[in-house]
């Protein structure tokens, strides 16, 4: 291959058309015999930007010429499909007027070669004058295409094409081509001319006959004039009436188009939006669905570690007796290998209490241990979250949920997110759990921290008071409901479960509090206090008997009220 | 007194007037005041332009300053305070001040005077009670108006206005300060708001046990909500209630949105461009109770006092005036108090009869949509171009966030605003119907918007409200306020008078419309902000969640097709017999 053939003097791009045409006239074997003879893939012609030398591209032309048998043929060839040509641009041709097609071809000349450019004369509404320069000596078959390319714009529009005069052909000599472009007819000279000679003659012959020039004869050949004049202007306006009126039908064709294109736009919009809305249902729907199997399994975890604590606390009996007999045996075994074996046995035994003791710690304190992130939660949100969680909680029963703050709550509260939704899950599945029917009332309020007993008047408190309709409770049941044996005694569905437990570990752990209320047959109303601010976290507490005296610290019966 | 606000002056120095003044304000929570400065009020703008703790917005016109000041209170609930100096900067404050005492809004207007030795002798804009008497002037339009003639009684006036503001029916108070006591020395002991203004957060333990009752026997009970509820802060106990039992529930065109239109149980507007399931419902005869929450049941909240609204059931009247009860209907029980203390009685009454084995009688049931049909539904999907006002606001619920905050100006946009626009939960709406001021929707959500830093606020007014009160969007530029967003209706008319003389057929009036068409968007852009045009359906979505993120404030001009009337039916019958009577 020559250095000419390797540069990239054409796209192309420019042979689309002519390619397709032979491609469905002779087959995709005869564009892949014409590729390989170039030297090119047949997949370059399907629209891609591949270049090649002038050399290549003379000769794909030649093929081209062959293939097609006349020059008349090669031309059709050349305008072959010529809308799909240019893709999606021609979505962008519709807008544009004839002119602006034409200026934007000569400006975009450069998108197909690199060697050729134009150079504007004119650029009028009506018509288009310009001058091609190449670098390379073309061939008349290369002008005839792109003479192609340039009348064959309007078919877009369905309009006959444009009209062009060759000026000039780099091919015939000239240093460039020269195109003189128009779309409208053009008024001839020929017949006012040939009118003008005709009345000449006439005035002439008749001078000769009468021998007496008169003005009137003199007069024949301007009349002469005239009359081609006027009837080249006839046919001209005809012509260029009728192709407005075909212009006119194109744009209301076009604007009819747009029209029904918004509509569709419109109807697709609204379709859109009634598939978002059906997705959002279903979406909520799952979540629902989502949030029960959550509810479950809470449910689940909840019982393995009362389960787990029941059996922590009930090995703990053996235990006791396995150590007693051991500390007894010691005291009566003197040295030698047996009170060995007695200390080893003692060791291990107190390893095992140790490691019973951890395995409570981690089965009671629930979210114990893990280190408190307070965040910022605000109260409308939480009454949101809250009246939607308790919604779901009563579902499908014969309950009634209302959830409102009142102005004394504070806007926000820093707490650990996850306390927060503890505790709150805990008082509100107990609170749907024992109400059978009836109502449930959870009111977001705030307590001044001087109304505290015991608070220090800084931190204000938020409140909430969740009242039920349930059974209740008799007074020594009330005191009992927070002991975590209480549940491990009756670990049948009556037993306030281990959430109350966990309840009041969480509010220790915050520094609240928790009131209840509680009478037999008329339901229950529990107060849980939670400071505004996080302050000093206190250490959770580690044993059961640190948990008898945080039930005293944290919680406060009160009387029930007399109705 | 741990908590006192710092004063301005060093301790060594005995305070002054200005400082006791604005140690009040800020333990009443203020942090903005609206006004522009002028000589004769020169001291009290140029100390507060130096506090740290409280924002001066200087606006265009002291009727913005009022209406600023007013949709501020309205959005926060709380005192706002507007000042203007004397003569025709205290007569510019006065529509919007009446906007405020209309709709029981709290603010604080402080007005200059001239020096007080020089009072009667014609001091140059003197408005004193010799001369052009300002304090008269301001008295029916606010709930107390006073001249502070010396320092040491600024206090005593300031307290009793606060206390009338903020208690009962809150409403605007008016304060006229000669300019020469501002600077003046004063010791005084001082009052903390818990000891001078008492909550009034009472109630009638028996009359709340009559209503649950009353409530829990009623077979198709319905709650009618007005703005009282939003003063209160009630939305959420209405709702409560309504679910409780349940009750279906109206509200008032300017309740609008107080409880959300989209609910089950809603029955949309009753009245003024209100809906045919609110008109039918309270209107005919199933209801067997009634119980009106937060409205003084006016002229437009009745469809013109209609006596079916009474007729056969149980009347009750909530209301924190005591002067509003029975004012057009005979009452069977009244509640006098504050609407969110009642309705958590009444709710607490209500669940401890459930405990007793009550059952709630109502047949009304939760999962029984009410249909909302509106007028000209068909002009709500209409695709034509320009578009209808229907159109573009049912686009406008896709794109209007959860959290918004909606103002409506006064005219045929605000009848559209009040049938077309479906609120939701958290959204809420905002009217000046008690007076209805064409310009308040227009400037007030600036003020709403410099309150209420994190919700998106939208007003929706008309073109000739825009061209009312327009300018003092440059304010809202000037301070820089994102999330504000003006959606200006542009039909080139004051719409709602042209359509409605069409309709009464008494002349065509139309001088009003404009001779040449009203380019919003170039005059906003001029002003500097950004700006949208909507003339097309599908196309607000987009523009809003444009606007809503721009760094400041919008405009949305929409250009819709002004021979849609506005759904204005109730309001020509109204006027007609007025002319008629």
Known sequence: ?563 | MTASPSSTTSPSQPPRTIDVFLRYLKAEGVTVVFGIPGGLLYPFFAVIEADPEIELVMTKHEQGAAFMADGYARASRKLSVCAGTSGPGSTNLLTGVACAFADGVPMLVVTGQAASHVLGRGAAQETSREDMDIVAMFRPVTKYSAMVTSPESLARHLRRALRLALTGRPGPVHLNVPVDLWERPLDEAWFDPKTYRPPTHTFDRAAVQQAATALLAAKHPVLFAGAGVGTAAAEEHLRVLAELLPARVATTPRGKGLFPEDHPLSLGVMGFAGHAAARKTLLGSDVDLLFTVGTSLNETATLNWAPALRENRTFLQLDIDADRIGRNYPVDLPLVGDAQTILVEIVYQIHRSIREGARAASRWSIDERVERVHIQEALRDSTQTPVTPQRWRKDLEEALPDDAIVFSDIGGHMLSNIHYLTMRDRQRFFLNLGFGSMGHGTVAPIGAALSQARQPVIAIIGDACFTMNGMELVTAVEYGIPRLVWIVENNNMHGITFHAARQLNSGSLDCVRYSRPLDVAAIARAMGLATWVVDAPGQMQGALREALAASGPSLIEVRVDPNVSPPLGDRVKSISSFVES
């Open chain 1, 1 to 563: 291959m020559s250095d000419a053939n390797s540069t990239a003097d054409y796209s192309l791009r420019i042979l689309w058309s002519l390619a397709r045409w032979i491609e469905d006239k002779k087959g995709r074997q005869a564009l892949e015999t014409i590729a390989r003879d170039v030297g090119v893939r047949a997949e370059d012609f399907d629209g891609s930007t591949h270049w090649v030398s002038h050399a290549q591209f003379e000769r794909i032309l030649e093929l081209g010429l062959e293939a097609a048998g006349s020059e008349e043929a090669f031309k059709a060839a050349c305008s072959y499909r010529f809308k799909e040509s240019y893709g999606a641009f021609r979505y962008m041709m519709w807008g544009l007027s004839q002119q602006q097609i034409c200026e934007a071809a000569a400006k975009y000349q450069k998108v197909v070669t690199s060697v050729g450019r134009f150079e504007v004369l004119l650029s009028e509404r009506t018509r288009f004058h310009a001058r091609y320069f190449s670098d390379r000596p073309e061939s008349r078959l290369l002008c005839q295409v792109r003479q192609v390319g340039w009348t064959i714009g309007p078919t877009i529009w369905g309009l006959p094409p444009i009209q062009l005069e060759e000026l000039a052909c780099i091919a015939r000599g000239d240093p460039y081509c020269e195109y003189h472009l128009r779309w409208f007819e053009r008024t001839n000279v020929l017949p006012p001319v040939a009118g003008g000679l005709l009345g000449g003659a006439a005035a002439f012959a008749a001078a000769s006959l009468h021998a007496s020039p008169s003005i009137l004869l003199g007069a024949l050949p301007l009349v002469g004039i005239l009359a081609g004049l006027a009837l080249e202007l006839r046919r001209t306006g005809r012509v260029n009436l009728a192709f407005a009126r075909e212009v006119n039908l194109v744009v209301r064709d076009l604007g009819q188009s747009e029209a029904e294109t918004r509509a569709e736009i419109i109807a697709l919009q609204d379709r859109q939006r009634e598939w978002i809305r059906i997705m959002e249902q279903q979406v909520a729907e799952r979540t629902n669905t989502l949030e029960r199997v959550v509810q479950g399994l809470d449910g689940l975890q909840q019982a393995r570690v009362s389960t787990l604590r029941g059996f922590s606390h009930d090995l703990r009996n053996p235990l006791f007796v396995l150590r007693g007999n051991t500390q007894f045996l010691r005291e009566h075994v003197k040295g030698g290998p047996e009170a060995e074996a007695l200390e080893d046995m003692e060791t291990a035994s107190i390893q095992i209490e140790q490691m019973l003791q951890r395995l409570l710690e981690v089965a009671t304190q629930d979210s114990g241990g893990v280190k408190l992130t307070p965040k910022k939660v605000a109260i409308a949100a939480l009454a949101d979250t809250l009246r939607r969680r308790l919604r779901a909680l009563v579902f499908g029963c014969e309950i009634k949920a209302s959830v409102f703050c009142t102005r004394e709550a504070p806007e926000e509260i820093e707490i650990d997110p996850v306390v927060l939704d503890r505790i709150v899950d805990n008082l509100l599945t107990n609170a749907a759990k024992y109400t059978l029917e009836g109502s449930i009332v959870l009111e977001i309020t705030g307590t001044p921290g001087s109304a505290m007993s015991g608070g220090q008047g800084g931190v204000d408190y938020l409140t909430l008071k969740v009242s039920d309709t349930g059974r209740g409770m008799e007074p020594d049941q009330v005191e009992k409901v927070f002991r975590p044996r209480a549940s491990s005694e009756g670990r049948s569905s009556d037993s306030w479960g281990i959430g109350l437990s966990s309840t009041v570990r969480l509010l220790a752990q915050i520094g609240g509090r928790l009131d209840v209320m509680s009478k037999p047959g008329l339901g229950t109303t529990f107060w849980a206090h939670l400071p505004t601010r996080s302050s000093s976290v206190r250490p959770p507490a580690s044993s059961e008997e640190n948990f008898e005296s945080m039930v005293t610290h944290v919680v406060t019966v009160r009387k029930a009220e007399n109705s």
